[in-house]
């Protein structure tokens, strides 16, 4: 019944975040934008490949005009953006709010919320190509999971979110789009490069080659299941995404700050506290970071 679905505030209404409220939103969901300075609705457009154009207008909310608990929330800020962004809703979150976290990288809410159910969701749809004015998305599987059983509302979106799938470990897609992520993304931001360099251009390729051997030494120490040879997948992502510009080049190009924190970063706190040395991803963040 649509009387008892849920009423989602959303942070973050880029991409990711328009085309999930979107999915919400047929699925007969409520969904607001919380934003600073808001006070007309969020008028949105998204080309997407191979399906018609959508448009979406949402109702959008000022952090302070919030005076209620947040029941749901949905984080899909870019990562350097989690903690100022989420900060003003704190005191209308507690342990009953449910939290879906559509970004890259892990841990941008450690340590942020009070504990309760966070739902990650781990979206391969990706931006596909550049028009000079708008940006064109492929929409692809999304892989939803947390600390909590099933949310009673998931069943509800399943008709209407294209290849949405829940998984009771999301560890396993989740760190194989952390590794795709932690190569490809720093890799071609560094070099300016689309992400088909890493399979054609054989220095980016030996530098992947370091990367997926020291993160997958990192996840088997997390993990001993972990089955490994991570360069296997971060190569097909790479060539199946070949044009593409990835979105640490894209934050890159416009000066922006990358999510690399959230990214490389977590994996080398991993690694520190499991005592595993990862040069080769020490030395990529230091890259770029250097100058910002
Ligand atoms: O997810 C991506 C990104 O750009 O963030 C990849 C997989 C690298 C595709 O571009």
Redesign the pocket.
Known sequence: MTSSLPHWFLLGAGNMGTLAAWYLTRAGHGVTVVRSGASSDLKKQLHRAGNPELALQLPTLAPEAITGPVRHLLVAVKTPYTRSSLSPLLPWINEETQVLRLQ?GLGALDELLPSGQVVEAVS?S??KGQHPDHEIIAENTTWMGGNGPQPDWFASLTPHWPDLQWCDDIREPQWK?LV??AV??PL?ALHDVP?GHIVSDPALRDAATRLCQEADRVLQALNPDWPGHSLDNVLA??QA?AG???????DRQRGAPT?IEAINGWLVTQANRLGIAVPAHLAIIASLTRGQ
């Open positions: 890259n391969t990706a931006v789009k795709a992520n490809i993304n071609t992400n992502v790479a995404t593409n510009t990835s979105s640490m080049r894209a999510e």
